[in-house]
């Protein structure tokens, strides 16, 4: 089976550009989180999708982040325009439902510099 | 506020040895409870997931247990290989309306020769 796919796996831009990223979910799988995990921490959920709906966005910085899943399957994650921190790794998460027992598949993550 | 506290924030150990890491969490109404291994650069894996009723639950060689009253957790590795050098995170999941998980900022492991 397939994992969760992600890219690019490495990203360096300027503040103030724009970025984005795209996850690609394990097949079947409704629910898709993106997750931004800063050096040293663990990772902070910033969305959360239940096919293409938003259940969960309260942590998303929505002056500049944003983020889309509109046929129910693969997800891009935009920042506009990045901050210094911004840096992180954004991770992509996918789980077959939405209760806290189904157990989230984790991608590589897309390793963020901004310089 | 919900919290999940990890120790040590990192601990070398030499090849063979076993070693215990700690976590200690303040979420509540609680659910459950994982432990996920996270190799450099890569995303986290879940090792175990344990509910309220359950002590401890194993996965080879990692074992977990959970003092639900005291609310800690420990993640007992054993006979360690250098490939177990990784992070490992303490995520604790609430229950109810507002169903979230809540992350520890791991505990480094380096398995050495």
């Known amino acids: 089976e397939a994992g969760v796919a992600q890219s690019p796996r490495y990203k360096i831009i300027e503040k103030r550009q724009s970025v984005a990223f795209w996850c690609n979910p394990i097949?079947?799988?409704?629910?898709l989180y993106w997750y931004q995990q800063i050096l040293g921490q663990g990772p902070k959920l910033l969305i959360q999708?239940?096919?293409?709906?938003?259940?969960?966005d309260s942590q998303l910085p929505k002056d500049r982040f944003s983020a889309e899943r509109l046929k129910g399957v693969d997800s891009t994650l935009k920042i506009q325009p990045a901050k210094l921190e911004d840096s992180a790794v954004y991770l992509c998460?996918?789980?077959?439902?939405?209760?806290?027992?189904?157990?989230?598949?984790f991608g590589p993550g897309t390793r963020l510099t901004v310089l | 506020k919900n919290q999940v506290e990890q120790s040590p924030q990192s601990l070398i150990i030499l090849e063979g040895k076993n070693c215990t890491l700690q976590?200690?969490?303040?979420?509540?109404?609680?659910?459950?409870l994982r432990w996920y291994k996270q190799d450099t650069g890569r995303g986290p894996v879940s090792l175990t997931i344990?509910?309220?009723?359950?002590n401890t639950k194993s996965n080879g060689r990692y074992t977990a247990t959970l003092d639900a009253d005291t609310k800690q957790s420990s993640l007992h590795i054993t006979a360690s290989q250098l490939s177990d050098s990784a992070s490992y995170i303490c995520?604790?999941?609430?229950?109810?309306?507002?169903?979230?998980?809540?992350f520890g900022t791991g505990t480094r492991l380096q398995v050495t020769l």
């Open positions: 998460a996918s789980s077959s439902g939405t209760s806290n027992y189904n157990e989230q598949f």
């Open positions: 097949s079947g799988h409704a629910t």
């Open positions: 999708f239940q096919n293409n709906g938003v259940v969960d």
């Open positions: 976590c200690n969490y303040t979420v509540s109404p609680f659910s459950n």
């Open positions: 344990m509910t309220f009723s359950e």
């Open positions: 995520v604790v999941s609430s229950t109810g309306t507002a169903s979230k998980l809540t």
